[in-house]
């Protein structure tokens, strides 16, 4: 991977961390991930005018993609019900690195070198390593967490697909996100009945503003895909985890014991061999 990629990727990483963090902190969590993809959808909405309308072929990636993202939020909210950040989050971020490099190996044919596929191995071990053994997370927070990943790992081969069909990553995330952003408000009022926004409140704002870093998370993460490939580059995005922990420990009050240190050597030195 090109250094461009190996950036953005990173960035990406610190990003998602930081409002993964936000979400975690707050009280209605459901509440405050569907007032998250408000900020995205207005931002999004403008750039429908200005690019191109996607190939026929990438439709179907774009409306599947925002489908899943729906369901990934609603099973990361279950999750941190559950669990710490920096237990949930790790195992989330943990099941996404092999599950993307398979998938962009037997579906669009990703060739990965022997350094790659190291890194890898070492990201997904080191990020497992921080959410298991003594002081783990409950087994509901663990199940609806690797739920959560199973589902992103999905949505991020669909990606890596639906940018090359679309040919202009701009359109592809703009269109996704403001389907994301009209699907997410439906399964809060199938699952609440109601949904209730008060823009005066500080509690809207904060939450529109994580909604905005999220939304630069996915866009820098899907122009990624579209200069290298998936599995690397999903694997170099959860070194994101590393942030988690560091947020969760000074932020939240979560413990950082000497096994989640050397976790986090291990993805770090993982993160290297991507980088080779």
Same mark, same amino acid.
């Given at each position: 991977?090109? @250094?461009?990629?190996?950036?953005? @990727? ?32 207005? /931002? =999004? ?12 072929? !990438? ?28 237990? =949930? ?28 596929? !190291? ?24 199940? /609806? ?53 008060? /823009? ?16 630069? =998370? ?7 895909? !579209? ?50």
């Amino acid at each position: 991977m090109s @250094a461009v990629v190996i950036g953005l @990727a990173l960035f990406a990483a610190i990003l998602h961390a930081a409002w993964n963090a936000f979400l975690r902190s707050g009280g209605d969590r459901l509440w405050t991930v569907t007032v998250m993809s408000f900020a995205s959808t207005v /931002f =999004a909405l403008p750039f429908l005018f200005f690019y191109p309308l996607p190939a026929s072929g !990438a439709w179907l990636y774009i409306l599947l993609s925002a489908v899943l993202q729906v369901g990934y939020s609603v099973f990361l909210v279950a999750a941190y019900r559950y669990g710490e950040l920096g237990q =949930a989050y790790p195992i989330v971020r943990g099941t996404v690195p092999l599950l993307v490099t398979l998938g962009g190996f037997v579906i669009t044919g990703d060739k990965l070198t022997s350094y790659q596929i !190291a890194g890898v191995v070492l990201v997904a071990v080191g990020i497992m390593s921080l959410a298991l053994g003594k002081g783990r997370a409950s087994a509901s927070s663990i199940l /609806f967490a690797l739920a959560t990943g199973a589902i992103i790992a999905a949505y991020a081969t669909v990606d890596s697909i639906g940018v090359r069909q679309t040919g202009q990553s701009g359109a592809y995330m703009a269109w996704v996100l403001v389907l994301y952003g009209a699907f997410l408000p439906a399964a809060f009022l199938v699952i609440r009945r109601r949904l209730i926004v008060d /823009f005066r409140a500080p509690e809207t704002w904060k939450a529109l503003g994580g909604g905005l870093v999220a939304m630069i =998370a996915y866009g820098v993460v899907v122009a990624a895909f !579209a200069l290298g490939p998936a599995g690397p580059i999903t694997a170099l995005r959860e070194t994101s985890v590393v942030f988690a922990v560091l947020i969760g420990w000074m932020f939240l009050g979560e413990t950082l014991t000497a096994r989640r240190i050397l976790a986090c050597i291990i993805v770090a030195a993982g993160a290297i061999l991507l980088g080779h």
